[in-house]
C-alpha cells in the first residue's frame, strides 16, 4: 500500500470500482444469456408444439404433416428435431446424445397418468381423447460428434401404445452470438461507467482531503511566524485534532515566555557581576581572559534559552539586519582594510526574532572578518520555505578533517588573537533549533564559506 492517505483511497477506490464492474459485467451477461436462451426456448417449444400436433392418440406419426411444416422445424442449419416412439425414432439423423437435467415426463406438480384398468363389464378402456396434451417441456443439453454444443426442449406425451419422446435442438451458438454481439457495447459502456467513477474518485479526494491541506498549511504557517493558531472551523472529524493543535501552540507560547523572563533574569543578574570583575581584572590579562570566557558562556547559554522552539516565531527582515551587521564589523576591522559586500534581495524575512538573526549572522560574518585577508561576501538564496545564508572569506579557510570540531563549543582552531570558540557553536546551535544546520566548505578561490539554513518567514514591510 502507498504510504500517503491520497495513494491508499486511490488504490481503494481503484479495487472497488474494478470489482464492481466484473460483478456487474458478470450479471449483465448472465442475465442477457437467461433473456437468449428463453426466447431460444420459446421457438423449440414451437416447434414442439407442431411435432406434437402431428401425433395421433394411438402414437402414430403424420408424417405428412410434418413434411408440410419442414421449414419450421429447421429453420437454420444445425437444427434438429427427433420423435421417438412404439414405431421407432423419426428426425434429424445426426442427432446427438443429450443430458436432461430432469428425467421427461409430465411438467412439474403434475402426477403420471394411472394405468388404464378394465371396467367393470371387463370391457378394454377407451383411448384416450385425441390430441394428447402438452405438458412442461424441459431443457437439455448435447454435444454433436464434432464437437458443436446443442441446446433441446424435451417432452414426453402419454398414447394408446405409450409414451411419445419430443424433442427439439438448436446450435448454442444460437445464444452465443447475439451474447458476443452485446458485449462489445457493454463492455465499452462498463468502461465509460469506469473513467466517470475514477474521475469521480479522484475529485471526490482532492476536496475530501483538501481540509487536511488547508490545515497542513496553517501548521506551516505557525512554524513559520505567520499564525499564531490554526482555523478550527474544520470538519469534524479534523475539529478535534485542530483543537488540539491550538492547545499545543497556546502550551509552547506560555513555555517560551517562561524561558524569556528567566533568561532575562538571569542575564539581569550575571551582567553586573561579570562586569564588575572584568573591570577588577583589567590589569590581569590571564584572569580577564577567564572572565571573557565566562562572559562568552552566558551568552551562549541564553541565546539557547531564547529560541522559541517549535512555538511562533517573529519574522524578521533579512537585509536591514545584515546591512547593520556589514557596518558594525566593517567598523571593528577597518584597520585591516578588510571589505564587506553583501548581495541581498529586499523583500525576503526569515522566522526567527532579530535578536536570534543577530546571534547567528553577527558571530558568522564576525569570524570570516576576523579570518579574511582582504574580504568577506554575503550571499543569500531561497530553497522553498528555507534561505540559504552563505558567509565567504579569503582566508585561510579550515581543514576538512577539522570542520566538525570548529562547530563545538569552546574549540579554538586558531589560538590568534581574540575570540573564545563559541562563535561557530553558537550560529549552529540557533540555527539547528530554529530547524536549519550550518555547513562549512571551501569557498571558491580558497577560504571559508559559512552557509547556514534558516526557516523562511512571510514577506515582510
Not at 537585509?319 to 558594525?328: Q, R, W
Not at 525576503?348 to 526574532?353: I, N, T
Not at 573564545?420 to 546551535?429: D, K, Y
Amino acid at each position: 500500500m502507498p504510504r500517503s492517505i491520497h495513494g491508499r483511497m486511490i488504490v481503494i477506490s481503484g479495487t472497488a470500482i474494478l470489482a464492481a464492474l466484473l460483478i456487474a459485467g458478470w450479471a449483465l451477461t448472465s442475465a442477457l444469456e437467461g433473456i437468449v436462451t428463453r426466447g431460444l426456448d420459446q421457438r423449440l417449444d414451437s416447434e414442439i408444439a407442431v411435432l406434437a400436433a402431428a401425433i395421433g392418440p394411438d402414437g402414430r406419426v403424420d408424417r405428412a404433416r410434418i413434411a408440410d411444416r419442414r421449414g419450421l422445424l429447421q429453420p437454420e442449419p444445425g437444427w434438429r428435431w427427433r420423435i421417438m416412439g412404439p414405431d421407432g425414432t423419426l428426425g434429424s439423423g445426426d442427432f446427438p446424445p443429450l443430458v436432461t437435467p430432469h428425467p421427461p415426463g409430465p411438467g412439474p406438480g403434475s402426477s403420471p397418468d394411472p394405468a388404464p384398468h378394465p371396467d367393470e363389464a371387463g370391457r378394454p378402456p377407451a383411448p384416450p381423447p385425441p390430441g394428447p396434451a402438452i405438458q412442461g417441456p424441459r431443457p437439455a443439453e448435447g454435444r454433436t460428434e464434432q464437437g458443436v454444443r446443442v441446446h433441446a426442449r424435451q417432452i414426453a406425451i402419454p398414447s394408446s401404445r405409450g409414451l411419445m419422446t419430443i424433442t427439439a435442438a438448436a446450435p448454442r451458438a444460437v445464444v452465443a452470438q447475439p451474447i458476443r454481439a452485446a458485449l462489445v457495447p457493454l463492455l465499452a459502456m462498463l468502461a465509460g461507467l469506469g473513467v466517470l467513477l475514477a474521475a469521480t474518485s479522484l475529485i471526490q479526494l482532492r476536496l475530501g482531503l483538501r481540509p487536511l491541506r488547508r490545515l497542513r498549511d496553517q501548521v506551516a504557517a505557525i512554524r513559520g511566524g505567520t499564525l499564531s493558531q490554526v482555523d478550527e472551523d474544520q470538519p469534524a472529524e479534523l475539529r478535534p485534532l485542530a483543537v488540539e493543535l491550538n492547545a499545543m501552540a497556546a502550551d509552547s507560547e506560555r513555555a517560551l515566555a517562561t524561558a524569556r523572563a528567566s533568561a532575562a533574569n538571569l542575564a539581569h543578574a550575571l551582567k553586573t557581576p561579570v562586569a564588575t570583575l572584568a573591570l577588577d581584572l583589567a590589569g590581569d590579562p590571564p584572569r580577564a581572559a577567564q572572565v571573557a570566557r565566562i562572559d562568552a558562556t552566558i551568552r551562549h547559554h541564553l541565546a539557547r534559552a531564547r529560541v522559541q522552539n517549535g512555538a511562533v516565531r517573529a519574522a524578521t527582515a533579512l537585509a536591514p539586519a545584515i546591512h547593520d551587521l556589514t557596518h558594525a564589523i566593517g567598523r571593528l576591522h577597518a584597520d585591516r582594510g578588510i571589505a564587506l559586500s553583501a548581495d541581498l534581495p529586499d523583500d525576503l524575512a526569515v522566522a526567527m526574532d532579530a535578536q536570534d538573526l543577530d546571534e547567528v549572522a553577527g558571530n558568522l560574518i564576525d569570524n570570516a572578518a576576523r579570518h579574511a585577508r582582504t574580504r568577506v561576501m554575503i550571499a543569500v538564496r531561497t530553497e522553498e520555505r528555507q534561505i540559504r545564508l552563505t558567509v565567504s572569506d579569503d582566508g585561510p579557510g579550515i581543514a576538512e578533517a577539522d570542520r566538525i570540531r570548529a562547530t563545538q563549543a569552546g574549540a579554538r582552531l586558531d589560538e590568534r588573537g581574540d575570540g573564545h570558540g563559541f562563535g561557530l557553536s553558537i550560529a549552529r546551535e540557533l540555527a539547528e533549533l530554529h530547524g536549519g544546520r550550518l555547513l562549512l566548505d571551501e569557498a571558491a578561490g580558497g577560504g571559508l564559506a559559512a552557509t547556514v539554513l534558516l526557516p523562511r518567514a512571510a514577506r515582510t514591510a
